[in-house]
């Protein structure tokens, strides 16, 4: 196979073979194919078959040159690094260069979550008869009591069983097409029987989406963080609250009153319990913050 188009042919290929076999979402498949279009933009007429380590090496450094992130690089040489592998094991190719090839290591940096006393802020307030309003309390209260990603609270149906409000619970669809069972807090019921209630206010007549935008249709992830911003804000929250913010705050909050970690990482959807440990630190960052505001030896003179 040489030359550009031979490439983008392959790299066409690998894709279907991740939608159809894989069953990726949207945006991961989106993150794979910008990643391989980087990697045939640095061809110029050269075979993928022919390519060796000290290419992907010298296209990484390119990369790192432009200012792309570590943690950016690692994806990109993720996606690269599976299609070498799929074109090894399906296509007979010899050999796959980026096999040992690292990006450069990103500092670990913590998530961010609220403080147990600003979640309590962000609803406490009433949100009135607003249908709009009555759906935000409903979205926000249920990301924050059963710590769901933004897509999974998107994908949420009416009437097709995955919502329990009886049993309190919620089953979702995660990363790598993975279903898990969540519980449902009580206030998070409260909030969805109400938006239940009047949720024909809003939603077209043959809309299955739990929760809707202004025009009945499912309702977008951008609609979903600008709204949370803004009842941040009405609520005098300084900092910036974004969907997966509130998903941070459940798991903090939750592994701080049971220090169970291995119970966090189920309702969290984690595949391996180091990706949860890092809620440890931000468990230890607020018993930090305590030390130094009581003990005496603690306070700069």
């Known amino acids: 196979m040489r030359g550009r188009s031979d490439g983008a042919a392959v790299a066409r290929d690998y894709l279907e073979a991740l939608q159809h076999q894989r069953r990726l979402s949207p945006a991961t498949l989106e993150n794979y194919a910008h990643a391989l279009q980087l990697l045939l933009g640095f061809l110029h007429g050269k075979s993928l078959q022919d390519l060796e380590p000290a290419d992907i090496r010298r296209f990484l450094a390119v990369l790192h040159s432009k200012g792309l992130a570590p943690r950016t690089l690692a994806l990109t040489l993720s996606a690269w690094r599976g299609c070498f592998r799929w074109l090894v094991k399906h296509r007979g190719w010899r050999a796959n260069p980026v096999l040992g090839i690292r990006a450069p290591k990103a500092a670990r940096t913590l998530p961010k979550a ?29 990301l924050y009591s059963s710590g769901l990603r933004l897509a999974e609270l998107i994908a949420l149906d009416v009437g097709d069983g995955r919502l329990d409000l009886r049993q309190g619970e919620v089953t979702v669809t995660g990363k790598g097409s993975k279903s898990r069972t969540v519980p449902v807090g009580e206030r998070a019921r409260q909030a969805l029987h109400a938006w239940l209630s009047i949720r024909a206010q809003l939603a077209a007549t043959d809309e299955k989406a739990l929760f809707v935008g202004a025009r009945g249709r499912r309702i977008a992830p951008s609609v979903v963080a600008g709204r949370l911003a803004a009842w941040a804000r009405r609520r005098g929250l300084a900092q910036r609250v974004h969907p997966h ?12 009153s049971s220090q169970d970690l291995r119970a966090v990482q189920e309702m969290l959807g984690h595949a391996s319990i180091s990706t949860t440990q890092i809620y440890t630190h931000l468990d230890f960052q607020a018993l930090a913050k305590v ?8 306070k700069k003179r």
Request: aromatic letters at 8%; hydrophobic letters at 45%.
């Open 245 to 256: 913010m509130l998903r941070h705050s459940f798991a903090s909050h939750v592994l701080q």
């Open 114 to 142: 609220l403080s147990v006393e600003a979640a309590q802020r962000l609803f406490d307030e009433a949100p009135g008869d607003d249908p709009l309003l009555v759906q935000d309390r409903a979205m926000f209260e249920l």
């Open 291 to 298: 030390y130094d505001a009581a003990h005496p030896r603690a």
